[in-house]
Nanobody
Framework: VQLQASGGGLVQAGDSLRLSCAAS????????MGWFRQAPGKEREAVSC????????LYGDSVKGRFTISSDNAKKTVYLQMNNLKLEDTAVYYC??????????????????WGQGTQVTVSS
């Protein structure tokens, strides 16, 4: 499985961005896919993940109510809609996937499959 993330950029606080992550390989209907982020000097943080099989989702406390994860199984793509961005959302965002749909495994950052990262910078 190869993952290609895109959509990062420089925005102002309060703006929105949508990240995309396209997966290669076999059909993604069984996948769990998600997003992590890492800010300079900080540990990697789980942001959100979604099980394509049943649509169940998880969100980190810091993004609940502002970020929404969705997916297009036909396109094998997961999206992260980020609204009302804050300065503290500045980080490199990485997508990750579990082809077997293991949500807990994914949420703990234990997947072997990671995208290359896309930078999100929020300015005041």
């Amino acid at each position: 499985v190869q993952l290609q993330a895109s959509g990062g950029g420089l925005v102002q606080a309060g703006d929105s961005l949508r990240l995309s992550c396209a997966a290669s390989g076999r059909a993604a209907s069984s996948y769990a896919m998600g997003w992590f982020r890492q800010a300079p000097g900080k540990e990697r943080e789980a942001v959100s993940c979604r099980a394509n099989s049943d649509g169940s989702t998880l969100y980190g406390d810091s993004v609940k109510g502002r970020f929404t994860i969705s997916s297009d199984n036909a396109k094998k793509t997961v999206y992260l809609q980020m609204n009302n961005l804050k300065l503290e959302d500045t980080a490199v965002y990485y997508c990750t996937a579990s082809p077997r749909g293991w949500m807990v495994h994914l949420w703990r950052g234990m997947s072997d499959y990671w995208g290359q990262g896309t930078q999100v910078t929020v300015s005041s």
